[in-house]
């Protein structure tokens, strides 16, 4: 099984900031197919990225994503208040489809 | 708009048997691969079966293989997921989400979720 490591645990950061996420894995994901979504407390998760760095649809363009094989990056370029939540890496490619542990990036 | 509905969730005691349903709508059921994604309560993400979009493909976590069995009835826009035998550790939100296609297993829709909890 691919394992997803996820870092920092925590950021913390003010509206306005770049925040930058980290999504490695264990082994190279099949044709980067990794995901990334957002959840916020009581919600479901939503998808922000796929593959690697292709926005889904209505996620605004200051969420991108890059990185490829192991080492995948989740960059918010200016942090908007409704930002802060968790955000989960996945990967899409190889059974079972694991999740990263998640970052949760608060107000500081 | 696309939605998803999960029902069923609930109480059961170890070892007892519940089964969980996902209402889908707005979209074409039978042409989507569907998943269901569990998450414990205060922890991350645990993705549990697909059901190709035919029914005839089914893949299912180690942790669950042998005892929960999904299917769908795609006339009834349903999917369902039979969970057996089970443990304290599958106490979590069950939730049902969409393959987002062309290719690779990732979810573009998500329901809200059913809470499963397993106690005596």
């Known amino acids: 099984e691919i394992v997803l490591t996820q870092s920092p645990g925590t950021l913390s950061l003010s509206p306005g900031e770049r925040a930058t996420l980290s999504c490695r894995a264990s082994?190279?994901?099949?044709?980067?197919?990794l995901a990334w979504y957002q959840q916020k407390p009581g919600q479901a998760p939503r998808l922000l990225i796929y593959?690697?760095?292709s926005r889904a649809a209505g996620i605004p363009d200051r969420f991108s994503g890059s990185g490829s094989g192991t080492d995948f990056t989740l960059t918010i370029s200016r942090l908007e208040p409704e930002d802060f939540a968790v955000y989960y890496c996945?990967?899409?490619?190889?059974?079972?489809?694991?999740f990263g542990q998640g970052t949760k990036l608060e107000i500081k | 708009q696309v939605q998803l509905v999960e029902s069923g969730g609930g109480l059961v005691k170890p070892g007892g048997s519940l089964r969980l349903s996902c209402a889908a709508s707005g979209f074409t059921f039978s042409d989507y691969y569907m998943s269901w994604i569990r998450q414990a309560p205060g922890k991350g993400l645990e993705w549990v079966s697909y059901i190709s979009s035919s029914g005839s493909t089914i893949k299912y976590a180690d942790s669950v293989k042998g005892r929960f069995t999904v299917s769908r009835d795609n006339a009834k826009n349903s999917l369902y997921l039979q969970m057996d035998s089970l443990r304290a550790e599958d106490t979590a939100v069950y939730y049902c989400?969409?393959?987002?296609?062309?290719?690779?297993?990732?979810?573009?829709?998500w329901g809200q979720g059913a809470l499963v909890t397993v106690s005596s």
């Open positions: 593959p690697a760095s």
């Open positions: 082994q190279s994901v099949n044709n980067n197919y």
């Open positions: 996945q990967q899409c490619g190889t059974s079972p489809y694991t």
């Open positions: 989400g969409r393959d987002g296609l062309p290719a690779g297993l990732y979810f573009d829709h």
